[in-house]
């Protein structure tokens, strides 16, 4: 929290993260969560990114987003959604197939 709290200070909003970068994802989300708890800051206050691996199948990038997104959807939302990795253009396709 005081990492955040020190960089929101400064100005810097932009927390990027992801689920498998270790536990950095699962514990921004705590600190942020706990800050905006407590009345410290707003949801407004940041911006928050992580990302995904696009998956040769859409059922495993299912998997991977719902692990993802039960820790993250207790900020409400995510601000930028990236996919890590992209070396094969087919691989986001299967990924958003079937998005309107």
Request: proline share 1%.
């Amino acid at each position: 929290k005081n990492v955040i709290m020190s960089c929101l200070k400064i100005g810097l909003n932009h927390f990027e993260t992801a689920r498998f970068y270790g536990s950095s994802e699962i514990q921004f989300v705590a600190a942020l969560v706990d800050l905006m708890n407590e009345g410290v800051v707003k949801r407004e206050d940041f911006i928050f990114q992580t990302k995904v691996f696009p998956m040769e199948n859409k059922s495993d990038f299912v998997k991977q987003w719902n692990a993802s997104w039960s820790n993250v959807e207790k900020l409400g939302f995510v601000d930028l959604l990236s996919f890590h990795c992209v070396s094969d253009d087919k691989l986001v396709g299967v990924v958003t197939s079937d998005v309107e």
